[in-house]
């Protein structure tokens, strides 16, 4: 597999309503193929997101996602600018992320692993300035969430671990609908077979809350493996 | 281990779990059925059952069945449900932005019956033929009643491919099962947004189904 820089997409990108198609990768007539095959084994990507070669690397990696997660729902709660529907649906977001979010730490802690501690993550102001820079950031976050699921899974080599994987892995398409549904889309599921992620895809999307976007637009390509860990 | 299994087991504590639970029991309570599972295509799915553990992991109630007996189940579940869609959108039982979702659910049925099926294919198993399904009386005429059990159907088809998935062999085909379970979690979450169930995420953790559950609430329905 040839060594992959982390692409950090613009703002632009990252707010786009369909961005997630860029991802789609359907799977072929026979419904076979695409889905596990690109998933990197080896990402010099920090100490968050680092090489990945065993469940417990997988794990910490969507522990990573789900702090991700659960902590800009919890600022978009605390910011007040959501109402109605939103605030509910939002509110949710923010206990199922931080509860898949403690059941990851468990499994860690079962399988003999460290769970790795939760990153600072930043935000754009824009995002948490109202309920639709709210609602655009889930938007990107879920689908985000729903294939690195999707893209890890072949990867997991005990099924119990698949299976809590599995669990989560669902919960965060489900979001994926929510938010949508809640930005006007009709209907507001998706296609088929939602994308699966590779770790490089992943990466890309979420570099920018976790201050690696700055790094990338001053370095332009970074060398494998030599940049610090964030 | 099986200590630790407990605790890794994410059920229990759900909050949204309620909702399919009940409706796996009206729905057995529609067709008086107890427990019908009476296997699929002479697989032995029960015997096998038999030989799991009690209380254990609902993957091991798919372990040993083989990717292909996974896959015709899922394809039979999957004609399942895309006909009742058919169905209910031909006789208009939804109208409006409820039947583009409807419609849109039914084709991603079909879509996955079709990709399962061109699985087999390849595997060189046999694709099942098309069950001749049975629906309660009545549920094309009335939009709560079909929306109701769209929201049985959809738990099911969630809790079936998550349970079957830790135990198929091929990662390939592991991947494209992952890809529509989350599918039908999508399908779950567009279903409760019509039932206006506000927020329609109410469930933290999807739950998985062992096998003879899953048997035991299509069976009503002709799945067996």
Redesign the interface.
């Known amino acids: 597999m040839a060594n992959q820089k982390i692409e950090v997409p613009g703002a632009g990108v990252l707010s786009r309503p369909h961005s997630r198609r860029d991802f789609l990768k359907t799977?072929a007539?026979?419904?076979?193929?695409?889905?596990?095959?690109g998933m990197m084994l080896s990402r010099p990507a920090g100490a968050q997101l680092g090489e990945i070669k065993d469940d417990i690397d997988i794990a910490n990696f969507a522990l990573t996602l789900e702090f991700l997660e659960a902590e800009f729902y919890t600022q978009a709660v605390d910011a007040g600018v959501l109402s109605g529907?939103a605030l509910?649906?939002v509110?949710?977001?923010r206990?199922?992320e931080i509860?898949?979010a403690e059941?990851i730490i468990?499994?860690i802690e079962?399988?003999g692993g460290t769970p790795v501690e939760k990153p600072e993550f930043t935000f754009p102001p824009e995002s948490l300035a109202s309920q639709q820079g709210v609602l655009e950031l889930a938007s990107v976050l879920e689908p985000t969430g729903?294939g690195a699921?999707?893209?890890a899974?072949?990867l997991i080599q005990d099924?119990?671990?698949?299976?809590?994987a599995?669990?989560?892995?669902?919960?965060?398409?489900?979001?994926?609908?929510?938010v949508r549904?809640l930005l006007g889309f009709?209907?507001?599921?998706?296609?088929?077979?939602?994308?699966?992620l590779t770790v490089d895809e992943v990466l890309a999307a979420v570099a920018p809350f976790l201050g690696m976007g700055e790094m990338m637009d001053t370095g332009g390509p970074v060398a494998g493996g030599t940049h610090r860990p964030v | 281990m099986s200590e630790?299994?407990g605790?890794?087991h994410?059920?229990g504590t759900r909050p949204g779990l309620e909702v399919s639970r009940r409706n796996f029991i009206k729905t057995a309570a529609w067709a008086g059925a107890a427990l019908a599972a009476a296997g699929i295509g002479g697989i032995g799915w029960a015997t096998r059952y038999a030989g799991a553990q009690e209380g254990g992991?609902?993957?091991e109630t798919y372990q040993g069945l083989g990717d292909a007996a996974i896959l015709q189940f899922a394809y039979q579940l999957e004609l399942l449900e895309g006909t009742f869609y058919q169905m209910g959108a031909d006789m208009g039982v939804v109208s409006g932005?409820a039947l583009?979702?409807i419609q849109?659910?039914r084709?991603?049925e079909f879509?996955?019956a079709?990709?399962?099926a061109?699985?087999l294919q390849?595997l060189g198993a046999e694709v099942p033929a098309t069950p001749d399904f049975t629906y309660p009386d009545g549920v094309f005429e009335d939009t709560a009643a079909f929306l109701d059990l769209a929201n049985t159907f959809e738990p099911v088809g969630?809790g079936a491919?998550?349970g079957a998935?830790?135990?198929l062999e091929s990662?390939?085909?592991?991947?494209?099962a992952?890809?529509?379970?989350?599918?039908?979690?999508?399908?779950?979450?567009?279903i409760k947004?019509l039932l206006g169930i506000?927020?329609?995420?109410?469930?933290?953790?999807?739950?998985?189904l062992p096998l003879p559950q899953v048997q035991e609430a299509v069976a009503p329905f002709g799945v067996g």
């Open positions: 799977l007539a026979a419904g076979i193929g695409a889905a596990a095959g529907s509910g649906v509110t949710n977001l206990d199922h509860a898949h059941a468990d499994l079962q399988f729903q699921y999707i893209g899974g072949p099924p119990t671990v698949l299976a809590a599995g669990s989560i892995a669902g919960v965060e398409g489900e979001h994926v609908v929510s549904n009709v209907p507001p599921t998706t296609e088929a077979f939602p994308a699966a | 630790a299994r605790r890794i994410l059920a992991e609902p993957f932005d583009a979702q849109a659910i084709d991603h879509a996955h079709d990709a399962l061109a699985t390849q969630i491919y998550q998935a830790p135990a990662k390939e085909i592991l991947g494209a992952l890809s529509i379970h989350n599918s039908e979690c999508e399908h779950w979450n567009g947004i506000d927020p329609p995420n109410n469930v933290a953790f999807e739950e998985a």
